[in-house]
């Protein structure tokens, strides 16, 4: 059974950093989309990043390009989402989620709901 955790939330003040980690476990698949969703109250879930682990191709929301960094271990059954100059708007539960895909899969083209596995989210704030 697939599972994903993720940590590193935390509460931070304006221009702090974090790093977000989402460990899967049980996942066998060599190609997949990971990535990183985030949803304040609210509001609708939004795509933040996202990562094909077999071809390394990453895309990011205009709103945290520059400012996120999306990566993944070696292992290929990690990733994390370094976050700099964090602002008070990138407040929200963060989720990480994955879905196995092709090599040719554009993984920004993908909707949440065609992700298959969800981890339990991890708190970000951010304070003025």
């Known amino acids: 059974q697939v599972r994903l955790v993720e940590s590193g939330g935390d509460s931070v003040q304006a221009g702090g950093s974090l790093r977000l980690s989402c460990a899967a476990s049980?996942?066998?698949?060599?190609?997949?989309?990971m990535g990183w969703f985030r949803q304040a109250p609210g509001k609708e879930r939004e795509k933040v990043a996202v990562i094909h682990t077999g071809v390394f191709s990453t895309y990011y929301a205009d709103s945290v390009k520059g400012r996120f960094t999306i990566s993944q271990y070696n292992a290929k059954n990690t990733v994390y989402l370094q976050m700099n100059s964090l602002k008070p708007e990138d407040s929200a539960m963060y989720y990480c989620?994955?879905?196995?895909?092709?090599?040719?899969?554009?993984?920004?083209?993908?909707?949440?709901?065609?992700?298959?596995?969800w981890g339990q989210g991890t708190q970000v704030t951010v304070s003025s």
């Open positions: 989620a994955a879905t196995s895909r092709d090599q040719d899969t554009i993984c920004s083209s993908l909707l949440p709901e065609e992700y298959g596995y």
């Open positions: 049980g996942y066998t698949s060599w190609w997949k989309c």
